[in-house]
């Protein structure tokens, strides 16, 4: 039988390829229509109990409104102080002996600090001028917080039945077994939320005494900034440690390099 020989398999080649084109075009917005989800499971408790003290679509509104300051209030404020501390970093390093003690170390006969040193000043500039280019995405992170804050008030005002009433029918499985990942959802989303934010804040203490016992500055922002990173899978807070101990070492300062190695590492 030829491809796309009779009707029934033209209408399924279409609707295939408008499919695929929808979720090309759906792509950018992923995280805003995830987060609207997530965002209901961790609110929806609020708005109930506002909703026994004033109505149902007003509590919605106070919800989307916490949660709208709650979200963007500490992201811009962070973003803020990553950027200039970054620049701040770049400059330092720049300007102080790191490069210069990369510039004259040896292999044998070859040379291999002026590679190293080239390659550090060119890291450090990248990260000086990639922490402002982050901030060159708000418009697409503002168009995904809002996608999500809608859906999140319309799923609060409709209790999430109504939505889940017209979801439920198009799942590929029974509606026991449809309800029950409902349920699985939202119990892991909940479970996620708790553990990986207390894991986080754990971890942004440990760095912060790894900071202040050896001496580095700034260990409380970069406490902060570790409860922000070890939401990151696999790399996480060793985006703040691991150059950190990197710098101690490079300094002569073998121990304490050694000291925060093995917090990060073992501890």
Known sequence: MAFLDTA???ASFLILLLGTGLLIALAPFVSGLVGGLVLYVIFAPV???LARRMPSRVAAGVVVLLALVLLVVPTVSFAGLVANQAQSIANGVIRGPLLDRLSQLKFGEFEL???LAGIGERIVNWIGAGAFGLLGTATRIGLNLTLALFI???LLISGGSTAWGVVRPHIPFSPASADILRDRFR???VSTVIGSGLIACIQGGLVTLG?????LSNGLFWGLV???FAILPVVGSALVWGPAAVTLFLDGRYGAAAGLLVLGVVI
């Open 47 to 49: 708005h109930r109990w």
């Open 211 to 215: 900071f202040w016992a050896t001496g």
């Open 187 to 189: 119990d892991v989303t």
């Open 226 to 228: 570790t409860v922000v």
């Open 8 to 10: 029934h398999q033209r």
């Open 152 to 154: 999140t008030y319309y």
């Open 113 to 115: 600090g002026p590679q």
